[in-house]
């Protein structure tokens, strides 16, 4: 495609030979002759100038020299787009494989995908325009939105909801029972059952290999009626994060690798975790905050915290601890040589 259409497409300004051939997209250190690549900002200076990209998708004030470009304010975002019109995802048929297993009372609607080995209880709905991808198992009285995308393997037991334009990506578990027990008096446990499913909202994500545990049970609905293992609005979570029973995670949310939420957490709007970072169960985390990789939450925060370490701190504080711990064998032969000086 040449970069003149390429700017046309995305509706962006176009600076230089609208007619480079453009093959493919690359970053800046990788990209070749015939690649487009993308720059965010001044840092990426030296990258820029020794990269054999034909064209750069870049911001209006950043000085190229004179190469081909794409102007654009917001250019990660935009080189997304470009990557969607370039290399397109394969189209999947609009059918229902002859080898899914489809139960009664089942409701699809328009355009919708069932992929090869697919298994659909009873009582399952799906919105229009929705692809569920071989080997997935939907159990029964789920309901599932518009424009929604099912990757091949996950897994979504009863009592599940889940809104329009979601993608669940392979081997995630959404509704699976919660890691409860009773202790009776004789030592023993008993499973506390955990019916009341989980809600998904629109414009979610969840990656691979996650789960999100239902909650106990069936009656457990705050004031709205939602069932209170929630993920909000936009809530993107990475792959093998965990989130468990009762939890709510607010809309815009962001959970990345390995996270992991106990059970009856309240995440607020906006909040972001790290890589392998957890909670203590029972506690609120309010509204932006922000929680570095390997951190612990053990207690509420307050909103817009930036919070690291375990148990967490403050940020600031945090690395000035950290800064003077570096100090610390100076200052212990210090105070061993005033020590020696005391009569």
């Known amino acids: 495609m040449e970069l003149g259409e390429i700017a046309i497409a995305l509706g962006l300004p176009l600076e230089g030979d609208p007619e480079i051939e453009i093959k493919g997209l690359a970053g800046l250190v990788d990209a070749g002759e015939g690649e487009l690549s993308f720059v965010t900002g001044p840092r990426y200076r030296d990258a820029v100038d020794s990269s054999l990209a034909s064209a750069f998708l870049a911001p209006p004030d950043f000085d190229l020299g004179g190469r081909a470009c794409l102007r654009s304010a917001q250019p990660y975002p935009d080189f997304t787009r470009a990557i969607e019109l370039l290399s397109p995802e394969r189209a999947t048929p609009l059918e229902v494989h002859p080898t899914a297993v489809i139960g009664d009372r089942v409701e699809l609607g328009r355009d919708v995908s069932i992929g090869a080995y697919a298994v659909l209880g009873d ?14 198992t939907i159990y029964p009285d789920c309901t599932i939105g518009r424009d929604c995308t099912v990757h091949a393997g996950a897994r979504l037991h009863s009592r599940v909801r889940i809104g329009d334009r979601v993608v669940i990506h392979s081997g995630a578990v959404i509704g699976s029972q919660g890691f409860g027990f009773a202790f009776r008096t004789d030592g023993t446990r008993a499973r506390v059952p955990h019916r009341a499913g989980v809600v998904i909202e629109d414009d979610a994500e969840i990656g691979a290999n996650t789960t999100i545990d ?6 457990a609905h705050d004031a709205q009626g939602r069932a209170s293992t929630r993920i909000g ?19 815009g949310s962001t959970l990345c690798a390995g996270a992991g939420i106990a059970g009856s957490t309240r995440i607020g709007k906006n909040v972001f975790f790290g890589g392998l970072s957890a909670t203590s169960g029972n506690l609120s985390v309010a509204d932006g905050t922000v929680v ?9 925060t307050e909103p817009g915290a930036q919070l690291v370490g375990v148990p967490v701190l403050p940020r600031r504080l945090f690395f000035r601890i950290l800064a003077a711990s570096k100090r610390l064998p100076e200052l212990l032969k210090r105070v061993d040589r005033l020590e020696r000086r005391l009569p």
């Open 123 to 136: 009582d399952v709905y799906i919105g229009g325009r929705s692809r569920i991808d071989p080997h997935v």
């Open 292 to 300: 570095l990789g390997m951190s612990g939450v053990m207690s509420d």
């Open 214 to 219: 239902a909650s106990q049970a069936a009656h």
């Open 233 to 251: 609005r936009g809530v993107k979570i990475d792959n093998q994060v965990q989130v468990a029973h009762g939890c709510e995670v607010g809309d």
